[in-house]
Nanobody, 127 residues
Framework: QVQLVESGGGLVQPGGSLRLSCAAS????????MGWFRQAPGKQRELVTD???????KYSDSVKGRFTISRDNAKNTVYLQMNSLKSEDTAVYYC?????????????????????WGQGTQVTVSS
């Protein structure tokens, strides 16, 4: 049983910055890739960014150059630094993690398999 708990969401003005954190916990915790999704009301869920254990990152075109994902493997924590925030960044942000099962599927040629999801944290960008 793995739990992901996001924190750091809130209200920020356009052009401002916000840093999200996601702490993973559970017995026999073993995580591979981690990442962040977001979903705005009435919008499709979007993979914002993800990061592998060795630090390889990917970003959606909409956030590239503004957002930075990082992780602390010793603390089982992933971060999302969001700069130059825009109103269109307003969404619920979900932390995701790939466990052993997902890693096995990826080894067979599949893309990232997000086995665990946090409950989400609201980010609102508004003046």
């Amino acid at each position: 049983q793995v739990q992901l708990v996001e924190s750091g969401g809130g209200l920020v003005q356009p052009g401002g910055s916000l840093r999200l954190s996601c702490a993973a916990s559970g017995n026999r915790l073993r995580l591979n890739a981690m990442g962040w999704f977001r979903q705005a009301p009435g919008k499709q869920r979007e993979l914002v960014t993800d990061i592998t254990p060795d630090g390889t990152t990917k970003y959606s075109d909409s956030v590239k150059g503004r957002f930075t994902i990082s992780r602390d493997n010793a603390k089982n924590t992933v971060y999302l630094q969001m700069n130059s925030l825009k109103s269109e960044d307003t969404a619920v942000y979900y932390c995701v993690a790939e466990g052993i099962l997902g890693a096995l599927k990826r080894a067979r040629g599949a893309g990232p398999q997000w086995d665990y999801w946090g409950q989400g944290t609201q980010v609102t960008v508004s003046s």
